[in-house]
């Protein structure tokens, strides 16, 4: 009959190499799942939408500029 050690053996440095390896993967992969809920949810109320670009997504816009905008590239398209 063989009895088992009270106490845990020590894991071999390949195999407790394998098992650091394993868990910053995990690490980077929850980190990277992480971000994207945040881009999506958290940062939606400062850029205006989830891509960060910085534009107008959720700016108002000026129609007044527009159309001065639309006026004069008309008119240097038309001379």
Known sequence: ????AP???????VE????F?????????LFYV???????FVLKSEAGCAKGCGGACGAALDVDRLQRTIET???KAIS
């Open 21 to 29: 390896i394993i868990a910053a993967l995990f690490a980077a992969a």
């Open 7 to 13: 106490f845990p053996t020590p894991l071999p440095t």
């Open 34 to 40: 992480g971000r994207i809920f945040y881009r999506a």
């Open 1 to 4: 009959m063989v009895l088992a």
């Open 16 to 19: 407790a190499a394998q098992y």
């Open 73 to 75: 590239r008309t008119k």
